[in-house]
């Protein structure tokens, strides 16, 4: 039972545009999410969080929208860059602080 | 640098074989932990530690071993008993005194195959 779901395996975009990369929760106790970028052969880095309190933080390019009603949050990637490609991950966690992953999503952007 | 060291980068476990992939940590952090990464999946809790000489099993700790005798190492053995041990293995900390401790800190990864 996946409790957090990347639906989109891939995204490609080109270079200057908007990447916006998703993800839905089940686990209505999740109260802390966070996104991760990783490189092939290279661990994963954070990147951006975002508390249940809130519905959007954004840090330089990047802005994260949580939908708590809908279980859904995005990640937003303006302006994309040819060095944004890599996979994303998103992440959720509960009282029980440890991290439950997302499958990721591959993002491809096109200079 | 403050970081976490993976050792080997890749490893070929032979069948029957044990084999004991290195996690080492200079950042001070309490919490150290043990993902696998297959292809086209997230990454999977396999056992983590909040302190010295105690550890816990994550979601697929099933054939995997581990200790944790020193705050800055957690070597995780990947025994026989695992029969699908193909994959890439992640080590992360954190730090519980954190307010967002999970915002874990990854080392590069191990690779681990099956001759």
């Known amino acids: 039972d996946q409790q957090v779901k990347q639906n989109s395996p891939s995204l490609s975009v080109q270079e200057g545009r908007i990447s916006i990369l998703n993800c839905d929760y089940t686990?209505?106790?999740?109260?802390?999410f966070l996104w991760y970028k990783k490189y092939p052969a290279e661990g994963p880095t954070f990147l951006i969080s975002i508390s249940s309190i809130k519905d959007k933080n954004e840090d330089g390019r990047f802005t994260v929208f949580l939908n708590k009603s809908a279980k859904h949050l995005s990640l937003h990637i303006v302006p994309s860059q040819p060095g944004d490609s890599a996979v994303y991950f998103c992440?959720?966690?509960?009282?029980?602080?440890?991290?439950?992953f997302g499958s990721g999503t591959q993002l491809t952007v096109l200079p | 640098d403050g970081g976490i060291t993976q050792s080997p980068k890749y490893l070929f476990r032979k069948e029957g074989q044990n084999v004991t992939l290195s996690c080492e940590q200079n950042?001070?952090?309490?919490?150290m932990y043990w993902y696998r990464q297959d292809p086209g999946q997230g990454l999977r809790l396999i056992y983590y530690?909040?302190?010295?000489?105690?550890?816990q099993k994550g979601d697929i700790a099933e054939g995997y071993s581990v200790s944790r005798e020193k705050k800055e190492s957690f070597p995780l053995t990947v025994t026989s008993a695992q029969k699908n041990p193909t994959a890439f293995y992640l080590c992360?900390?954190?730090?519980?005194?954190?307010?967002?401790?999970?915002?874990?800190?990854f080392g590069s990864g191990t690779q681990l195959s099956v001759l």
């Open positions: 950042l001070n952090h309490d919490a």
């Open positions: 530690s909040q302190i010295v000489n105690d550890f």
């Open positions: 992440a959720a966690t509960g009282s029980a602080r440890q991290l439950t």
């Open positions: 992360a900390s954190s730090s519980r005194n954190s307010a967002t401790n999970e915002k874990l800190f």
């Open positions: 686990n209505s106790m999740f109260d802390y």
